[in-house]
């Protein structure tokens, strides 16, 4: 079995320390084969918030854990007009990772990011043809047995978020087309600040099997519905497991579990199991 502390939308910048020092005891006490971060993490792309996240980063590879992220759209800049669309994700490529689609692969596990920001949208996401084919050519090269799981930080799918149904990422149809050719298991994203997990088959009916978990925002202190939340997910033999951290009494502690098995070509929900702790 494998662990996975799933992360997002940090805003470093709009973020409160208690909660990034709270994470930070959390993840250690989990002790995840692999730290994912999809997106966000800054408030509006500034030097200074990517100093702070690079700097989150770096405490949190010197407590020994592995992290693959990618960016969202908040780390493109919105009001320096030059930078958004000259150098868009310069500062993200100095301070957080060079590498835009970030490859990692655990014993059984492969785990691919793929950079859903652009300039051109001020706050929805896309995909792109080349995109695509990485996705498709990257887990072909990956072990036919691999849990593959796709990273991102928009959604691809509408979901409801409160009374509100947030929209799905453009191009969506390409998007899923990739997913089902590549056999990925799982789908990992943040952006609307709610946690929450389905099976993708019952958002859209030809979207296979793939199970799409959504992170809520970990330390920012702009919250929709949810309190302060991350995942672990943890990857068995035809099971995976996924525990909402959330924020309460100054601590995060896990609060729902949901078990899924793999059966008749889908995820579905096997038992509330104890959450871990």
Request: proline share 0%; no cysteine.
């Given at each position: 079995?494998?662990?996975?502390?799933h992360l997002s939308d940090l805003h470093f910048g709009a973020h409160d320390e208690r909660l990034v020092s709270a994470v930070?005891?959390?993840v250690d006490e989990l002790e995840p084969n692999l730290v994912?971060?999809?997106g966000d993490f800054t408030q509006r792309a500034r030097t200074e918030q990517f100093r702070e996240a690079c700097q989150f980063l770096e405490r949190m590879q010197h407590s020994g854990h592995e992290v693959l992220g990618v960016p969202g759209n908040h780390d493109v800049p919105l009001y320096d007009v030059l930078r958004r669309f000259l150098s868009p994700l310069a500062?993200?490529?100095r301070f957080i990772d060079d590498n835009l689609c970030p490859f990692v692969e655990l014993p059984g596990i492969a785990v691919l990011g793929i950079n859903t920001a652009r300039?051109?949208?001020f706050k929805d996401g896309r995909i792109n043809?080349?995109?695509v084919a990485f996705i498709r050519d990257t887990f072909a090269r990956t072990p036919t047995d691999s849990f593959r799981i796709l990273v991102t930080h928009h959604p691809l799918f509408a979901l409801p978020v409160g009374d509100q149904i947030t929209p799905a990422i453009g191009r969506q149809e390409l998007a899923l087309d990739a997913v089902q050719d590549a056999g990925v298991d799982m789908l990992l994203a943040g952006h609307n600040h709610h946690a929450s997990s389905h099976s993708a088959s019952d958002l859209v009916t030809r979207a296979g099997g793939a199970l799409v978990v959504q992170a809520g925002t970990a330390t920012s202190t702009r919250i929709r519905d949810q309190q302060q939340s991350f995942n672990a997910i943890d990857v068995g033999d035809a099971s995976v497991t996924i525990t909402v951290n959330a924020w309460k009494n100054g601590h995060f502690v896990p609060l729902d579990a949901e078990r899924y098995s793999w059966a008749e070509g889908r995820w579905r929900v096997a038992s509330k199991p104890e959450p871990a702790h």
């Open positions: 079995m494998a662990r996975l502390v930070e005891t959390r994912v971060i999809s500062r993200y490529r300039s051109l949208t043809q080349d995109q």
